[in-house]
């Protein structure tokens, strides 16, 4: 009597390799399509900021400032180029934001591996802004100590290219946040003593916040 091939004798171990190839040959499509096609983040880094000017007049609640930064913008994937539609720089100081510049140097493409660099990117005016008496009391402190909390935001309209094909634009999921410390600088053209080059985080263009 002949035994017939079942998985509880002989032919388990040809069932289960039978398995695991077709699984194979379905998810490795799956897969490169996953890193062709959801890219890693563009990395942005603030590498030098000059504050000549934060004064803040209480009798008609005026923020004068002018603020220069330098930043570097990292692609670090090997097959996906980057566009750069649109870059807005706002500032925001105790979560009252008080500047928003669109920069004038754009539309740009940025290559595979690729780190591009923006200099003097200029923040410069007077806006009215109301503090209460505990951002007032954080301000003078800081205007003492000489060096000022200051969150820089960027709002960013990207396109990715795959080979010769564009992605639609894409948006940041929230803006991208740039905590700095700015020292307070004699003049424009003196490097900020003290700063140190920051990472910006909340990066998530093709990624999604929430998933972690």
Avoid at 39 to 65: G, M, R
Avoid at 68 to 86: C, D, E, F, Q
Avoid at 95 to 109: D, G, N, Q, R, W
Avoid at 116 to 139: I, M
Wanted: glycine share 6%; proline share 4%; hydrophobic share 35%.
């Amino acid at each position: 009597m002949s035994r017939r091939c079942g998985c509880r004798f002989n032919c388990c171990p040809c069932c289960f390799w039978i398995y695991y190839c077709t699984t194979l040959c379905f998810s490795l499509p799956f897969v490169i399509f996953g890193f062709i096609f959801f890219p890693q983040e563009p990395k942005f880094t603030i590498t030098n900021a000059t504050l000549t000017q934060f004064n803040f007049n209480s009798s008609n609640n005026t923020l004068d400032y002018n603020l220069a930064l330098n930043m570097t913008i990292r692609n670090p994937n090997k097959r996906v180029g980057i566009y750069y539609r649109r870059i807005q720089v706002i500032g925001n100081y105790r979560k009252k934001k008080f500047a928003l510049v669109t920069l004038t140097t754009l539309p740009f493409y940025q290559g595979h591996k690729n780190t591009t660099d923006l200099h003097q990117l200029v923040v410069q005016g007077s806006q009215l802004v109301k503090f209460g008496k505990r951002e007032v009391s954080q301000f003078n402190s800081e205007t003492a100590s000489g060096i000022y909390s200051i969150n820089v935001q960027l709002a960013l309209r990207i396109k990715a290219r795959y080979g010769k094909f564009k992605s639609r634009n894409y948006k940041p999921y929230r803006k991208i946040d740039c905590k700095l410390k700015v020292p307070l600088s004699f003049n424009e053209t003196s490097t900020a003593i003290g700063f140190k080059a920051t990472r910006c985080g909340n990066v998530h263009f093709f990624s999604d916040p929430d998933a972690d």
